[in-house]
């Protein structure tokens, strides 16, 4: 997503298809930070007298617990401060209203969050009153997951889906299908199911690719295969995808598990089956103007910095 601060030149190839505006108005906006950190509530009570100057002040919410739906669906806008993990469990509640979200950082990369705390004072007579609102919609990972018995659970995700081999650690086997054709079994710790917008995080560490937040792609990264062959694979996001757990862990009450955004467990048992399909419920994030995708990379995640020498700061690439 997009970040703080001043960036280069927007150009058309950075933005084609990313942005749709939304309309101007006096917006009613919610307010969401987790208060259990100083840092996000500094942030937030900074960003709360904004809003109570500039626009509607709805209320606070917490999209870390049950919230009132009802009232979110009558906002225009929820601001969210804090770091990425805050964003992703008020994306997945967000999911389906129509209701965008800007992000202020109050955590430390805070890769997701489109200001600071300083950039967001700067423009928010803009982006409460009256200017309208570059949005970027993202669309979430949709899941079933039948446990054998004939029990199914629903999860969503925004960032990705992952399958991790847990206690007691030994190598896992996953049957991988796409659009109902056998694929490989992968071998190893796990795999890694992420969307475009998660492909910045553990799907990059895994050695996936970066994948620009507007491709309508799937990214498939598997996590230490046991294979020199074994490449991170990019799908439509059309396409089906399911995975069945052929061998995994047992540690009493831990072991193979599926993690959604880093926040939501689902344990998996021998024979358990993830289903990764569409229709796709989306929502839509406030973007910084004065920033775009690649200077967010470079900024925040170091992309293409060169190695430092003794004593000297990191050099971006040369021109």
Known sequence: MTADGAGSPRTPAMTRHTVRVMAP?????????NDVKPSALEAATRVRALIERHAEFAGHIDVHYECDTEAIAKSDLICVVGGDGTLLAAARRLLGTGVPILGVNAG????MAAFDPDAFEARA?????????PLRTVRALSATVSDGDGGATPLEAINEMVI???PPFR?????????????PVVNGDGLIVSTPLGSTAYNVSAGGPIVAPDAPVTVITPIAAHSLAFR??????????SIRVARGNDDGDIGTTLVADG???KRLHPGAEVVIEGPRRSVDFVMNPETTYLSTLMKKLHWA??????GRPPQPPER
């Open 125 to 133: 007579a803009d982006l409460l009153e009256h200017a309208p609102l």
């Open 263 to 265: 926040q939501i467990h």
């Open 171 to 183: 190598m896992i086997s996953l049957e991988i299908a796409i659009n109902g054709e056998p694929g």
């Open 108 to 111: 430390r990369v805070g890769f």
């Open 164 to 166: 991790t081999a847990g």
């Open 25 to 33: 108005s006096r917006r009613v906006v919610h307010l969401a930070f």
């Open 232 to 241: 991170p694979i990019v799908l439509s996001e059309d396409d089906r995808v």
């Open 305 to 310: 910095v060169q190695p430092a020498a003794q």
